[in-house]
């Protein structure tokens, strides 16, 4: 059994080493030709095919965990739930139903795999719960392989009892690893624009959730409108777009103090900020005339350096994973279109050839797609291609939908999506989250407080 103590930082829970009494009880994948009792398992391996388990969900059982106490077993059963729930919502997994178990109670040091096999699971989740006097809780999980009859994962955490649910996304996180052969994203958080108020009239907050749109709040009044948030890949930081004394600008929001900085002193309005890979730059858009041009700024010593002046509107930028090039979408050639750049500036080349107006471009994670908004004649559409342009796919197409986000684990795009109104005073009207899958598949509602837009996916806690 591996265990971690997690401390509350910046960003949250990090793991902060092996305490001396831990025991190493997990079993490396390729350490598992042979089951517990020695004999052979026939060679399966527990790692499923992302693409096998879209058309084939893993049946997985999560069993609510054991408590140390009956004081605590709604604590253990909800770090259950919020296991259950995570794995269901990515569409790879399907939790067996706690109707069809056969076992309900503590499984010992070795669950009855028989058991669990007549109900057609293959992989079991059990952990326990133990809570301290001093406000911190250790929660033990294990992750079994259910047809050779083998255990994958052994973990425990120990943190303060208000921290359960990053511990319950943690270890989802493992789970999904463990499985599927990729990171997980459950332990992220969400940055969004939330909209309250009549149309024409919207107040527009900043706000921060859980993926599971859990412990939302706003981090903005609304006495400025703000736009376009962005998470910096390494700090507990946000740069978005604020109207702030009606002068639009882009500004950093530091989440720890709530304190907020403008990125760059420009005469013209700045807008879509997009941070670097490395998170020494920002990178957006500055007016000038009736065109646009994207320029860098460095966040330690704020020298400005000015990317592109094709006197078009060049906008929407953001970097490979590498940080060795930038996407855009400009009207340079007469049409708004997505162009590839290097990340100096220079060398554009044009990406989208198909039918509409290309916007709002970002790079998956992985480095392997754009994900972008298409406006056509049919209305609009959230879609992926290749960084060369080719292998376009449409997504998903609505009256209105804009504004893609990648997963960290570029597995999920996440956009927001309006409907129309019903007459001229925008009754009707409503803006809302939707998350995809990058095929295509298990399409989303993302549950907000109140209408939202322009979300933003943050990266795995370090």
């Known amino acids: 059994m591996s265990e971690s103590s997690l401390v509350l930082s910046r960003r949250g829970l990090i793991a902060a080493g092996l305490t001396g009494s831990a025991t ?30 879209r058309t084939d969900p893993i049946p997985v059982a999560v069993l609510d965990f054991a408590a140390a106490g009956g004081e605590n077993s709604r604590l253990a059963s909800n770090i259950a739930q919020v296991i259950n729930n995570n794995l269901a919502r990515s569409g790879l997994f399907r ?28 992989a079991l989740v059990t952990g326990k719960v133990d809570v301290a006097g001093s406000g911190q809780v250790r929660v033990e999980f294990r992750l079994w392989d259910v047809l ?16 359960w649910r990053r511990i319950a996304h943690i270890i989802s996180d493992m789970i999904y690893e463990r499985l599927l052969g990729e990171k997980g994203y459950f332990d992220t958080r969400i940055v969004y624009i939330a909209g309250t108020g009549p149309r024409d009239r919207r107040v527009k907050r900043l706000a921060i959730m859980d993926q599971d749109s859990e412990n939302n709040r706003f981090l903005t009044d609304g006495s400025w409108a703000a736009l376009t948030p962005r998470f910096h890949p390494t700090r507990d930081q946000i740069a978005f777009m604020s109207y702030t004394n009606n002068r639009p600008r882009v500004f950093a929001f530091d989440l720890g103090s709530s304190r907020q900085q403008v990125l760059g002193e420009f005469d013209g309005m700045t807008f879509a900020p997009r941070f670097a890979p490395d998170g020494d730059n920002v990178i957006m858009s500055v007016t000038h005339g009736g065109g646009s041009d994207i320029v860098a700024v460095h966040l330690g010593s ?34 708004q279109q997505l162009y590839v750049m290097d990340a100096g500036g220079g060398g554009a080349r044009r990406i989208s050839f198909g039918s509409g107006r290309y916007a709002t471009p970002v790079w998956s994670p992985r480095g392997d797609l754009i994900a972008f908004t298409r406006l056509g004649r049919s209305g609009f559409a959230i879609g992926v291609m290749r960084p060369d342009g080719s292998g376009e796919r449409i997504l998903s197409e609505s009256f209105a939908v804009e504004g893609p986000t990648f997963a960290p684990n570029g597995r999920v795009l996440m956009f927001w999506r309006e409907s129309p109104a019903r007459d001229s005073r925008g009754n009707g009207f409503s803006s809302r989250l939707v998350s995809i899958d990058i095929t295509g598949f298990n399409e989303r509602p993302v549950t907000t407080p109140t209408d939202a837009s322009d979300p933003a996916w943050s990266p795995l806690a370090a």
Not at 33 to 39: D, F, K, L, V, Y
Not at 102 to 117: A, H, I, K, M
Not at 148 to 163: E, K, L, R, S
Request: hydrophobic residues 30%.
């Open 24 to 53: 190493l009880l997990a079993t490396p994948f390729s350490a598992r030709s042979q089951a517990p009792g020695g004999g052979p398992t026939g060679g399966r391996s527990a790692v499923i095919d992302v693409n096998r388990a």
């Open 95 to 122: 939790p067996v139903s706690p109707s069809a178990f056969l076992q309900s109670g503590p499984v010992g040091d070795t669950p009855n795999f028989q058991d669990w096999r007549a109900i057609g699971a293959q």
């Open 148 to 163: 050779p009859a083998q255990q994958i994962q052994g973990t425990a955490y120990t943190t303060g009892v208000g921290n």
């Open 302 to 335: 704020r020298r400005e350096r000015r990317l592109t002046s094709s006197g078009s509107i060049d906008t929407s930028p953001c970097y490979n994973p590498e940080g060795t090039q930038i996407v855009f979408n400009s009207d340079r050639g007469g049409d």
